[in-house]
């Protein structure tokens, strides 16, 4: 996988980091293959589709077997949403150990990961919408989708027990499978996933972008600050594919001011991947690693 000179490789890392990372190449290869097929198609959406069931797939495979990972429906029990809809959610992982399933519904995707589920809210531990590419339409859809969550959100009144609200560690987080150089200047699209604390969004996986190694992976986070920023996504300044960008601030109700940042390295799939697992088990730390795993870096001694 690894470039190498002199049998020198330019990458080292932690032990399995190449195997590890060779499953975001697997998602991707698939990801591929459903676009070749469905450039004959009137309208192509099979490799969405496909993006959805192979992330789904992978993270049924790599997160423990307690949680479930299912696309399906969010129920309540709450009487007051009972004329609320039913919306269709990508991924969610849920308690699947304690958790009943309400109902199942076949799916075009015939795998068991594709099947839509119906789960209680109480058991519902995170959602993450999938998106193709990255574009400003696809940002500005896959926040608009996770916010209709919002009225599903614990706050410190619910103690009913049968209040019917998501879990206390509950949160969402987007995934796009490419950017495209078309969009590498549009700093709307980070504008568009800049959001307020009192959301529990995480941030975003781009698991490749045109013109960049297949190995680099874009993480997208969520920072606060003192002051304002103004976004570095510009021709005259930095690209969303090559630079550490930077939307534009928001003022929230505290005073702070949030904005995402972007950006792009190989160890980035294995940050997104343990970061999931420790807010699932409530142990995440803002600005520190959760795992060692599928961590790689530039070998010291490789020739220049």
């Given amino acids: 996988m690894a470039a190498e000179h002199n049998n020198i490789p330019d990458r080292i890392g932690t032990q399995g980091w190449e195997q590890f990372l060779a499953t975001k190449q697997d998602m991707l290869y698939q990801f591929e293959l459903a676009k070749t097929y469905g450039k004959s198609h009137l309208v192509q959406v099979t490799h969405g589709k496909v993006a959805e069931a192979t992330f789904r797939r992978w993270l ?44 199942v519904e076949e799916n075009s995707d015939y795998s068991e990961e594709g099947k839509t589920r119906a789960i209680p809210a109480e ?8 998106k193709s590419n990255l574009t400003e339409e696809s940002s500005k859809e896959a926040v608009d989708k996770l916010f209709e969550l919002r009225p599903l959100l614990r706050t410190e009144e619910d103690k009913d027990v049968y209040n019917g609200k998501l879990h206390p560690h509950f949160f969402t987080a987007s ?27 995480f941030g975003a996986l781009i698991l490749k972008a ?3 190694d297949i190995n680099d992976t874009g ?19 930095e690209s969303l594919i ?37 807010l699932l088990e409530g142990r995440f730390r803002p600005g520190f690693s959760s795992s060692n795993y599928g961590l790689s870096w530039m070998n010291p001694n490789r020739k220049k």
Avoid: C
Avoid at 82 to 96: R, S, T
Avoid at 247 to 273: C, E
């Fill in 210 to 212: 045109e013109g960049r």
């Fill in 219 to 237: 993480l997208l986070r969520i920072l606060v600050g003192e002051t304002p920023i103004e976004s570095t996504v510009d021709k005259t300044k």
């Fill in 242 to 278: 090559f630079g550490l960008t930077t939307s534009d601030s928001i003022l929230a109700q505290d005073g702070k001011h949030v904005l995402t940042m972007l950006s792009w390295m190989p160890p980035n799939f294995s940050f997104f991947a343990f970061d999931i697992i420790a």
């Fill in 175 to 201: 995934v796009f499978f490419e950017l495209q150089k078309a969009n590498e200047f549009k700093k709307q699209i980070l504008n568009n996933l800049v959001v307020t604390l009192d959301f529990p969004f």
């Fill in 123 to 130: 058991y519902v531990r995170a959602v993450l919408e999938i």
């Fill in 60 to 103: 049924s495979v790599f997160l423990p077997n307690k949680y479930g990972v299912t696309s399906g429906h969010i129920v309540s029990q709450n009487r007051k949403f009972v004329d609320l809809e039913l919306p269709h959610y990508d991924i969610i992982i849920y308690d699947q150990l304690n958790s009943p399933t309400l109902w």
